[in-house]
């Protein structure tokens, strides 16, 4: 009886393998959505509103944070709404729908910028809450120092791609 616990699949399973594709699976269905729903007049916006978001959250004071240890991702999302809201009269750029490749490219912004938002947002959550939904691995995709950068890189390197493709 001993062998069979020692071969049993929970030492290869992670405890939070439900959180991981419930995860996954709402991740893909936002991404998905938001392309379809928003499609190319808005996804460059957001990205763009992502990046506003950031560079005020690093010059704010600190003591703005305090009320709550999710004070940060609170006010990250309450500027990214203003943002998302107000943005149009600031900030109108959009890809291109004259390809036939369109829906693909619009998948794939969606996607990245799905992907940054929430590397941005796990990045100012504590990691402690995070970990009870999702194994370390999972997290590490989002908030570990190389997928942070490459959330915040890629999206600028695909609009740049598909920019000069165009052209």
Known sequence: MDFLNTLSLSKFIPATIAGDVSFLLIFIAICIALGVYLGRSQLVSIVM?????????TVLPSDVFTFSPYGKAIIFLGIFSFLF?????VLDIHISGSRSDFFWRILIMSFLAVGMLTSIIFSLLPKTDLLQYLSRTSLDYFISPTARIAWMIVPLVFLLFINKRLR
């Open 49 to 57: 509103y992502g990046y506003i978001d950031v560079a005020l959250l």
């Open 85 to 89: 809201f107000v943005g149009d009269y």
